[in-house]
């Protein structure tokens, strides 16, 4: 019988693996498998996690930006072999913006069994915190870096949002949080809704959503280099 892809969610900061549902531990331990993004990120929170056998016995495989679509047979080999697989991101929810997506796409190709785990995910509690629409919601990755085409960016989001009254949610690099609200505060309607969530599920945790005309450019500089969600509503 081929083996069972198990969807892992991490932690989304450190000191927070209490956010990790007990069955959720207890199906992760025996394994002895697992397709992670970045190695030394997912040994630490397997540390955590405190697994049946030594780190060292168990076999990593790579799975990231950069793997390409023909690598992916040889991530699935222990599963067709018979082997419980675990999949994991460096944070949150595999396969939601996140490269594991290519591989569950791959196992259902192959008629494997893939099983989602219970976890934390930023895009969902950054929502749930953030006091606007959670029934109509689009989430957009990374935008643009370059400061003119992110203004661009968020004035289009902003359309799309006042037009079918719909949430926009979008993460960024943490060095450039600062730039992300400076520009926000520059190009979007004063009217609009924005909500910055920060550190999720962490001791440092900050959420706060007011309206554009009731932010500062220099919120931004609290918020340099911490993981972070940003979200919009016109």
């Not at 893939?114 to 006091?131: D, F, H, K, N, T």
């Not at 900050?206 to 500089?221: H, K, L, N, Q």
Request: charged content about 20%; proline content about 7%; aromatic content about 6%.
């Amino acid at each position: 019988m081929p083996g069972t892809l198990y969807l892992i969610p991490s932690t989304l900061g450190p000191g927070a693996i209490d956010t990790i549902p007990e069955r959720t531990l207890r199906t992760v331990r025996p394994l002895r498998h697992f397709i992670v993004e970045t190695g030394k990120v997912a040994r630490a929170f397997l540390k955590e996690v405190e697994l049946d056998h030594r780190l060292q016995e168990c076999t990593y495989y790579e799975l990231n930006k950069h793997t390409r679509d023909e690598e992916l047979p040889v991530l699935l080999a222990p599963l067709l072999a018979g082997e419980d697989v675990g999949l994991l991101s460096d944070a949150g929810a595999p396969g939601v913006a996140d490269p594991g997506a290519r591989l569950v796409r791959q196992a259902h190709g192959h008629g494997l069994s893939v099983v989602p785990l219970v976890g934390p995910s930023a895009i969902l509690l950054s929502l749930m915190a953030s006091g606007m629409n959670g029934q109509s919601f689009t989430f957009h990755g990374y935008l643009s870096p370059k400061r003119n085409q992110l203004a661009k960016d968020l004035r289009r989001l902003e359309a799309d949002s006042r037009r079918l009254r719909q949430t926009q949610l979008w993460i960024e690099a943490p060095y450039r949080n600062q730039a992300s609200v400076e520009v926000a505060v520059e190009s979007l309607a004063p009217s609009t809704l924005f909500c910055v969530a920060v550190d999720l599920t962490t001791e440092l945790e900050w959420v706060r959503t007011a309206p554009i005309g009731e932010w500062g450019g220099d919120a931004g500089a609290v918020l340099h280099k911490r993981p972070a969600m940003f979200l919009l509503l016109a």
